[in-house]
């Protein structure tokens, strides 16, 4: 008979788990200050909740901490935690000296990346607690299929109807409809140049642009904006998408490849979104 638990065979050393280097610890938190001292939870969710999905706790409540001072009332300061880090790049470009209502310049917020020692002072590290690893699987889970509902297309959150469309996520190029007409380009030909350049200038407040084109013989007054990065062209069409400009609503969208769209001059009638 054993006397104890039997030893696996076949691993030299049997090295100590202390011993072995932990990846580092992904940081999807946001710090908020400014808020005004009347904010709510639900408010803030909604906010942020744009630019990402926000991460639950065992009750399925937004991980939404707002700190209080001694005597419980909010100070304005609020820690938000996201699901992935990507949205707190995008939370941080889009929302940091904007308005948490919006049309009201009281309500104007700061935000910068999360440290889980924001407002430990005193009190020091949090004791662990015990988790609950089913509960804890179950709420991953959860979380993934709101990220994959999420509609990477018009960059307002979850759709409620599964379409059947290709989504692209990685592209670097969005495309700006409705930007001009035909008919102001043949009145003032210099509005190609200033519109191209505002639109690089508004563009540049999100990320690194690395080509702007306009396409002065689309109807649907388009230009492309090329970035350095995917998550810049996130941001731009959660910036961009929806906006009134001239009197005219513009659509932001990825470049979906393929697509062709006509300008004058360069090396023929036709050019890609992503020239």
């Known amino acids: 008979m054993n006397a104890g638990p039997t030893k696996k065979k076949g691993k030299k050393g049997n090295k100590d788990d202390s011993s072995v280097a932990k990846p580092p610890s992904k940081n999807t938190a946001v710090f908020v200050s400014h808020l005004p001292k009347d904010a709510t939870i639900d408010e803030i969710a909604e906010r942020f909740g744009k630019f990402g999905v926000i991460m639950e706790d065992d009750s399925g409540e937004p991980k939404i901490k707002m700190y209080a001072d001694d005597n419980g009332n909010f100070i304005g ?3 938000v935690v996201y699901f992935m880090e990507a949205s707190v790049i995008l939370a941080i470009r889009l929302l940091d000296e904007a308005e948490l209502r919006l049309g009201d310049p009281t309500t104007i917020m700061r935000v910068k990346k ?3 020692n ?3 002072g005193a009190e020091g590290e949090a004791p662990r607690r015990v988790v609950d690893k ?3 699987t179950q709420r991953i889970v959860k979380l993934k299929n709101k990220v994959g509902d999420w509609d990477f297309e018009d960059g307002f959150g979850p759709t409620e109807e599964v379409e059947e469309k290709p989504v692209i996520v990685e592209s670097r190029v969005v495309v700006l409809k409705y930007m001009f007409t035909l008919q102001e380009l043949q009145e003032d030909p210099s509005l190609l140049l200033d519109l191209k350049e505002d639109v690089r200038e508004e563009a540049e407040t999100v990320g690194d642009v690395t080509n702007v084109v306009l396409y002065d013989e689309e109807p649907d007054g388009i230009i492309t904006v090329k970035f350095r990065d995917p998550i810049s062209a996130k941001a731009c069409i959660l910036k961009m998408n929806g906006r009134w400009f001239s009197g005219r609503k513009i659509e ?7 697509q062709k769209f006509r300008k004058s001059g360069g090396h023929g009638a036709e050019a890609s979104g992503d020239a």
């Open 134 to 136: 089913r509960k804890a």
């Open 252 to 258: 932001a969208s990825y470049f979906a490849g393929g």
């Open 114 to 116: 999360g440290e889980f």
């Open 77 to 79: 300061d609020a820690l």
């Open 118 to 120: 924001h407002k430990q």
